[in-house]
């Protein structure tokens, strides 16, 4: 269990992290509409741009084997920062997820790059930067029993496990209301019913079920079927940077940096690095 004591006051230089390796084959899901024509903000009257984001939260952001901050979060901040020139200016902190909001709102910090819910009670003190990551919800299957397309059509009258009383328990009865929903009370419960054949496919959050898939409790048994499911009515708006809602400013010019690293590949290179099994 990481030591969250350690790492309260740990700031990092961006300029310092590595580079990500390049590939233009990855294909990127299209979370970003890349028609739009944002203006290249000014930032230079800022001496510096403070980013928070928490431990706690793989593959987006946690301490890698030598204790160094690392994830998709910490290096897109990186990416961005490259964007608006201000690498050199960048700075990162860590500090456990519930000091976060607060501490940017003491002006402790700028923005907070660590998968704060965009939520009407959130917006009513903080603002957002567009959506650049959405949770996908999946299905899997076991390898020797797969569904062929369209998915949404072969569950009809089978069993699909779920979590009691999760927003993807929910999103399956509106979205497959002739699939036989069966509740576990979580999900690796519900897996280890798939691998056991007494579901035919569990339903559930698509970034954990891709590390499961490359787990040896999978053991490989186990396969997505279909595509990938989105909504925003049960799996909320996305992975956004935060800032202060005084300082909306800030999360334009990120919104620039955002589309620039979209458009330059750099989003795809970080699935590249981040999920070895892509969730889409």
């Known amino acids: 269990m990481v030591n ?18 390049r590939s233009d084959e990855v294909p990127t899901p299209n979370f970003w509409d890349q028609r739009q024509r ?6 230079n009257e800022r001496p510096r741009i403070r980013f928070l984001t928490s431990v706690d ?21 990186r990416m961005l920062c490259a964007e608006l020139d201000a690498l050199d200016r960048c700075q990162i ?3 456990p997820f519930d000091q976060l909001v607060p501490a940017l709102l003491r002006g402790e910090a700028d923005a907070i790059a660590a ?8 917006r009513r003190d903080l603002a957002f930067t567009q959506s650049y990551f959405r949770y996908p919800a999946r299905f899997v299957v076991r390898r020797d029993a797969p569904l062929a397309e369209p998915v949404g059509d072969r569950v009809a009258g089978l069993r699909v496990g779920v979590v009691r009383g999760s927003a993807h328990a929910a999103m399956l009865s509106a979205f497959f209301p002739k ?12 897996l280890e019913a798939l691998k056991r054949k007494e579901v035919a496919a569990v339903f559930g959050e698509g970034v954990s079920l891709s590390f499961w ?13 279909g595509g990938p499911y989105l909504s925003e009515r049960f799996l909320g708006e996305g992975l956004a940077v935060a800032v202060a809602r ?11 940096a955002l589309g620039q690293v979209v458009a330059k590949k750099g989003f795809s290179e970080l699935m590249l690095r981040y999920f070895p099994t892509s969730a889409f």
């Open 93 to 95: 902190e860590a500090k």
């Open 38 to 43: 944002l203006g290249r903000p000014e930032v």
């Open 213 to 225: 898939l490359d787990s040896d409790a999978a053991k490989e048994c186990c396969a997505f079927a």
């Open 57 to 77: 939260y793989p593959p987006f952001n946690f301490l890698d084997g030598s204790g160094r901050l690392t994830g998709f979060n910490v290096d897109l901040v």
């Open 4 to 21: 969250l004591a350690k790492v309260v006051s740990v700031a990092v230089l961006l300029l310092c992290l590595p580079s990500v390796a």
């Open 115 to 122: 998968g704060v819910a965009v939520t009407p009670e959130s």
């Open 179 to 190: 699939a036989v929903k069966v509740e576990f009370d979580g999900r690796d419960v519900a």
């Open 246 to 256: 005084k300082d909306r400013d800030l999360a334009q010019a990120l919104d620039y």
